[in-house]
């Protein structure tokens, strides 16, 4: 059974970055057949994709955050990682990782970390 | 990129009864429409892909339906565990992008 786990600071200052990680257990990051993805989720309100990378280490990130986002793969101990620069309030949320390839389609999620809290404060 | 609609925002309805959730696209996205479930404090969990295929494990009353820019979600006899948020996503273009969600309560 495939199982995704968020790692990181709960509480980040404004202006800082923002890092976390997502540990793949139950599979291997580098099977090629899914892309690994960052979600975000602020309090009470809907989801927003934030990028993919795949195992070669390709990325592609929403345009409305990508001045701000990298995101990186670590093959050998089964991670890919998460930053966001100069962060706001408004970057507060429950941020989650996700395997897409439900299917073959890269865009349909499959497997869900349980998500962490990440609150922009100083 | 493309904006996903839903209404309504929240939804009444009673145990027993049909739910029906709809969905819009600003532009079309063929049939690659997703619907997912999110309980409070969990992570979302993949209903519905492909407009109206259901992903592996998921009951039969959950039913979809809809191409090009309109989309429908219908649960046919509601259970308990059902009343939820429910979200669309389009994947037939980067970035993907999720409705605002509809919260379905007990009426």
């Known amino acids: 059974q495939v199982q995704l786990q968020e790692s990181g600071p709960g509480l980040v200052k404004p202006s800082q970055t923002l890092s976390l990680t997502c540990t793949v257990s139950g599979g291997s990051i580098s099977s090629g057949d899914y892309y690994w993805s960052w979600i975000r989720q602020p309090p009470g309100k809907g989801l927003e994709w934030i990028g993919y990378?795949?195992?070669?280490?390709?990325?592609y990130y929403n345009p409305s955050l990508k001045s701000r986002v990298t995101i990186s793969v670590d093959t050998s101990k089964n991670q890919f990682s998460l930053k966001l620069s100069s962060v706001t309030a408004a970057d507060t949320a429950v941020y989650y990782c996700a395997r897409g390839g439900y299917g073959g389609n890269f865009g349909l999620f499959d497997y869900w970390g349980q998500g962490t809290l990440v609150t922009v404060s100083s | 990129e493309i904006v996903m609609t839903q209404s309504p925002a929240t939804l009444s309805v009673s145990p027993g009864e049909r739910a029906t959730l709809s969905c819009r696209a600003s532009q079309s996205v063929s049939s690659n429409l997703a619907w997912y479930q999110q309980k409070p404090g969990q992570a979302p969990r993949l209903l519905i892909y492909?407009?109206?295929t259901r992903a592996t494990g998921i009951p039969a009353r959950f039913s979809g339906s809809g191409s090009g820019t309109e989309f429908t979600l219908t649960i046919s006899s509601l259970q308990s565990e059902d009343f939820a948020v429910y979200y669309c996503?389009?994947?037939?273009?980067?970035?993907?992008?999720f409705g605002q969600g509809t919260r379905l309560e007990i009426k």
């Open positions: 990378i795949y195992y070669s280490g390709s990325t």
């Open positions: 996503q389009q994947y037939n273009n980067w970035p993907l992008t």
């Open positions: 492909g407009a109206s």
